[in-house]
Every structure is written in C-alpha cells, then in structure tokens.
C-alpha cells in the first residue's frame, strides 16, 4: 500500500472509524448491471430518485468531477441493549441516537481536515454518508471491507473470524483465503440497495457537486432528515427524500485486539481495524478524493455458503431470493419511506417493528462478532429507553419531538410513526392522529 494510502487507513482508525478502505475511482460496470435489473423489475416501490441520476449514480467521477480515489469508512452503531424486546415496539437499531448523517459527517470532516494536513488544501473534495446517488455497499465492497449477503447487506467479517479457522461463520467453509477473489470473481451481490437503511438520506446529487453556493442555493429542495446539524443539512439540501438504513458506528470500543501474524493475514488487516467486532451493523462513509491513491482492500467473495437465514426469517417475503430484495414488501421501506396506507398488509408479519426493521440482520451469523458500540451519540435516551407499548399508543407530538428531536426517524415523522404504530397494533388507533392534532 503507497505511504499516504497507508496513513490514510491508520489515522481514520486511531480517529475511532472502525474499518477503513481505498478503492479507484472507476465505473461500477457489474454492480449497475444488478441495479438496473432491479429497477426494471420495478422493486424499488414509491422510492423514484433511484432511477435519477444513474450515470452519476455507476460513476463516481461523473457524479464529483475529477475524483480520483474513494476512501471508504465503516462505523459500528450496534447498540449495547436492543430497544424494544419482548413485546415492545421496535426501532431498527441505527436510529437509536442520533441521526448517523450528521454525526458521521462531522467525524469524516475530521479525518479530511487530517488528510489535508499532508496534502494541503484539497479542491473537489466530498463526503457523502447516504446522501447520494452512490453504490454504499460496492464501493465498501471494493475497498475490502466486507462482501454483500444474501440479505443485500455488507458483511465486514470479524477479524476473530478471520484469524480463527474453527469459527462459525455462517454455513460454509472458514477459510479466509476462499474469501479473497480477484475483482472478476466476484460473484453477482445485491443491487446494493440499502433497504435495511431505508430511510438513510439517498439523495440525488447537485448540480454540481463542488460549489458549496450552488448547493446552498438549492434550498428548496427536500430538507434533510435531521434538523440539527446546519452544516450537512446544507450539504444535503439538493438531495432526494431520504429512504434510511442501513443501515450506520463506535469509534473508541475498547476491542481486544487481534494480533495477527501470517503472512496470507497481512493484506485482510491491511485495509480494516485491528479490532474483532464484525457483521452489518455499521454505517458507511465515503469520502471522494481528487487524488490518485494506492488500493488497499481485496474485494472478498461472497461468504453465506447454504446459509439462508435472512431469507427464511424475513416475515413478509421481500427477500424473495439470495441477494434480491423486493422493498415494496419490505417493513423498512414500508415503515419509513412509504407514504401511502399501510390497508391490505398484514399488521402481524410486522412484528412490533414500527420504525425499520432488523431481522434479517439480527438473524445472520456474522453479527455474533458484532460488538456494543461506545459512541455517545448514538446511545438511546434514558426516555427512549422507557418507552412502552402503551406509551407509544398514546404518543403526541410534543412527545415525539422531544424523543426524536435529532433522530433519523424524522424521516418517517410524527404522522408517519402514528400510522405506523395504530397499524402493527391491530387499527385500534386509527384515529388517533387526527384526535391528537
Ligand atoms: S422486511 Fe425486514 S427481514 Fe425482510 S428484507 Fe426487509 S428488513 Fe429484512
Ligand atoms: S443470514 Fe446467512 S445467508 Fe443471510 S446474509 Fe447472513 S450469512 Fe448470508
């Protein structure tokens, strides 16, 4: 790995990133080829931006002219304790805090101001965290840091189970190597639809990209998710509707360290943290650089063996086959981005989930090596964390306000968790929105 390549990877980790990659800026070739499938088979529901922008979309470096080189980071969001077991509803996990755009954002503006420091002042610079027409889960599969599941989510294998042949990952056979193909191995991943993210910010790009006056002018346009942060939401103005999340982050996990000494070891840990937490729960980062960096990851090949968890648990079919997602029978994308009536869907198959929904990554194997994240932010509310099934029902505005105020269910909003919560309890609310107001 060249030298700033290198420095790169080491300083986004010590600043608390949990995995770090660089990949070449080039055109998603392959990785279009399943999304435009997926758009034909008209899959992606009520979320039309996702037909915007496509050439901007499989090339980075039409969507922020003369980006060179695309550093990719991961941070950890799963949470120490899950909201909403037993008979509770649910929140996917990643909306536990605060809303992960802007925090990442806040953290990769750091790690850029660092870069800077050994590059000078870099023109044409991006971050971008869910907030454009980009392939998140390609490109962190092109940076090495993990491979698509039958779930269509991005697996970052634990480094505990890298290291250690005799562990269960899924079903298949643990030799690392088998993971690591050259590029043209790859097997077909998902359209890297972010559905467990449903509600992340997939917006649409600027005009041009670039000039902070041209997208402050654009105001008008879909306001972010999250109220909080002036500066992403600026950032962010000129993007489409959110549609959430996968999915996700943990900076400062005081993780065991795995010390890896084999040499076929060396390239696996080249591009990621030493730290062993593993699976999907993390947010993804881009930052979009104007300059020509040594890759650092090799791309790993699919990993699920006959593992079909995720398709099996999932309640209403929309994984309706390995790496195939249908969001319009997806409870992330009907909870969230979906802003229809929720009549003629059967209230039990949603399973107390009324914001997101997690269980085809609650149920993967790979997140037994997901960790607690420790990032302050993204920890509930000691309020969120009181929270029951009566006091949901009852929910008001105000109240909503004060448990969301920076939180990624904004993106649902106050009317659209009231649907949400009057539908998986059976209708018995279905007027309490209007009585509230
Ligand atoms: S409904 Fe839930 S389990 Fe099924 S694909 Fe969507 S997020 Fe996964
Ligand atoms: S549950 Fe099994 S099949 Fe699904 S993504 Fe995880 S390992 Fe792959």
Request: net charge negative.
């Amino acid at each position: 790995m060249g030298s700033l390549s290198q420095w790169i990877v080491d300083e986004a980790e010590k600043m608390g990133f949990d995995a770090c990659g660089i990949a070449c800026a080039t055109a998603l070739d392959k990785e279009s080829a399943h999304m435009e499938q997926w758009l034909e088979e008209e899959h992606e529901g009520e979320m039309g931006y996702l037909t915007r922008n496509r050439e901007k979309r499989y090339d980075p470096r039409l969507l922020v002219e003369g980006t060179k080189s695309i550093v990719t980071v991961l941070y950890n969001y799963f949470p120490k304790q899950q909201l909403g077991d037993g008979e509770h509803f649910k929140i996917a996990k990643y909306a536990y805090g605060a809303d992960y755009h802007d925090v990442l954002k806040r953290k990769m503006r750091l790690l850029l101001e660092r870069i800077e420091t050994q590059t000078g002042k870099l023109e044409g610079t991006r971050i971008f965290v869910d907030s454009a027409p980009v392939l998140d889960r390609a490109w962190a599969v092109r940076c090495g840091l993990g491979f698509i599941g039958k779930n269509t989510m991005l697996i970052h294998p634990s480094l505990s189970l890298i290291a250690s042949r005799n562990q269960e990952p899924p079903t298949t056979p643990t030799n690392p190597l088998s993971m690591i193909a050259s590029r043209n191995q790859e097997p077909s991943t998902s359209p890297n639809i972010p559905l467990s993210m449903i509600a992340s910010r997939n917006q649409e790009p600027s005009a041009t990209p670039i000039n902070p006056l041209s997208m402050i002018a654009s105001r008008n346009q879909e306001p972010p998710a999250t109220p909080n942060n002036p500066l992403s939401m600026i950032a962010s103005r000129n993007q489409e509707p959110s549609a959430t999340p996968i999915n996700p982050l943990s900076m400062i996990a005081s993780r065991n360290h795995q010390s890896l000494s084999t040499p076929h070891h060396q390239f696996l840990t080249a591009g990621r943290s030493q730290r062993q937490g593993g699976g999907s729960f993390f947010f993804i980062g881009h930052l979009f650089l104007p300059l020509d960096l040594t890759e650092t990851g090799q791309v790993l090949t699919n990993r699920c063996g006959r593992c079909t968890r995720c398709l099996d648990a999932c309640p209403t079919g929309a994984l309706e086959a390995p790496f195939h997602i249908d969001a319009r029978k997806c409870i992330s994308y009907l909870t969230i981005e979906y802003k229809g009536s929720l009549d003629g869907h059967d209230p039990t198959l949603f399973k107390g989930w009324m914001y997101g929904c997690d269980i085809c990554q609650d149920v993967c194997p790979y997140n037994r090596f997901a960790l607690p994240n420790v990032e302050p932010e993204f920890q509930p509310s000691d309020q969120l964390l009181a929270m029951r099934e009566k006091d949901w029902k009852s929910l008001s505005k105000d109240e909503f306000e004060a448990l969301f105020k920076h939180s990624a269910v904004q993106r649902a909003g106050f009317e659209g968790l009231k649907r949400n919560i009057d539908f998986i309890s059976g209708g018995e609310l279905r007027n309490a929105v209007h009585d509230d107001e």
